[in-house]
């Protein structure tokens, strides 16, 4: 269970009234104009999105927190700065995704990383203003300081001494503006030898646009247990258990209640049903009909939107398989190819401003 000293209120319904539930999509054309490294699809590690790892409050968190399921223990515990937030989390994302697009590339990987703080910041999709280098610095610090215990094994070996997140990071240029504009990161040992045994998992770049601590984290809970399949259940109760969410299960079930009727989870539907969460996968067949369409894989939305920026992927989704049922339903070696091909034909004939 999770041992708590007070209660940090995670970021909540009252506290984004009158908000969307997703953050706007900030830098929607930077695949026009940025390097390759952009394109690099978000990766995620299966650890940390199994176990509740990183802190869900909206303040510093001081706390020291534990974290027990069946033969796995984690302990995390903080810094002065506080505990590493699940937003600070994005700056792993990034530098696992990129090794992972090297590893699968075939080019040689490094534990230290030497990136570009602009790139990151779009990347994922945060805002590029002086107080936006000035959260990345401070994610930096909470990501270093922040201490694990744990017995997670990592590409088949077992960890049982403390750790950080990252090892180490220096600022290597700052503009006349105060700005960061190179960095270097040296993952630690844990994360990098998840990174070599390709212990990590596809996420929407959509991740990125949601606002709620709550939501990154139950999104990571079905993207690792739902994953491809259909559907997924889980207890309300085990649910908020395994997000590590600090708030009464009264709050906890009104923010999945919120979630279920704003219906904007990337990758699944949500429903909540006698007090069982049920996750649908938006991307599996659809029982509707009789027609099994191709089945995509992450990767293909991904692509998808690159090649038709301002497009709903969805839309196009719809679009696209209502053109396979009139061609005859033919079968399909590379369904994610052809979808995509389908995207790019399409805004070439129809782009958006």
């Known amino acids: 269970m999770i041992a708590v000293e007070g209660e940090l209120a995670e970021s909540q319904g009252r506290e984004t009234t009158g908000k969307s539930a997703l953050l706007p999509q900030r ?25 509740p790892i990183f802190s869900l409050a909206t303040k510093a968190d001081t706390r020291v927190l534990r974290y027990e399921n069946k033969n796995v223990v984690v302990e995390i515990a903080p810094s002065v700065r506080g505990l590493a937030t699940i937003h600070d989390k994005d700056i792993l994302i990034y530098c696992i995704s990129q090794l992972m697009a090297k590893k699968n590339a075939g080019e040689p990987l490094a534990q230290t990383l030497h990136l570009n703080a602009h790139e990151l910041l779009v990347w994922t999709n945060r805002e590029t203003s002086g107080d936006g280098y000035r959260r990345l610095k401070d994610a930096f610090e909470r990501l270093g300081g922040t201490r694990i215990t744990t017995n997670i094994k990592a590409n088949g070996e077992e ?3 403390g750790f950080g997140l990252i090892e180490s990071f220096r600022v290597i240029r700052e503009t006349k503006s105060g700005r960061m504009s190179e960095l270097k990161v040296r993952l630690s040992d844990w994360v990098y030898r998840i990174i070599q045994g390709s212990e990590v998992l596809t996420l929407s770049r959509d991740y990125f646009r949601l606002r709620k601590p709550v939501d990154r984290r139950v999104y990571e809970l079905a993207r690792k247990h739902c994953g491809e399949q259909d559907e997924w259940k889980i207890s ?10 600090s708030s009464h299960s009264r709050e906890f079930k009104s923010m999945i209640r919120e979630l279920v009727q704003n219906d904007h989870l990337p990758d699944y539907q949500v429903s909540l049903e006698d007090e069982m ?19 995509l894989d992450p990767e293909a939305y991904h692509d998808a939107k690159l090649v038709a920026p301002g497009y ?14 009139k061609s005859g339903m033919p079968e399909l070696g590379f369904p994610g190819k052809a979808f995509v091909g389908f995207c790019k034909r399409h805004y070439e004939l129809n782009p958006k401003p």
């Open 312 to 325: 709903d992927v969805y839309y196009l989704e719809q679009e696209w398989r209502d053109w396979w049922v």
């Open 159 to 161: 960890i049982t001494e």
């Open 277 to 295: 969460v049920i996750f649908r996968n938006r991307m599996s067949y659809k029982p509707k009909t009789d027609v099994r369409y191709p089945t």
């Open 236 to 245: 309300l109760e085990l649910l908020h258990k395994k997000t590590g969410a």
């Open 27 to 51: 830098h929607p054309n930077h695949d026009l104009f940025i390097c390759d490294v952009l394109d690099a699809i978000p990766k995620d590690d299966m650890a940390s999105m199994e176990h």
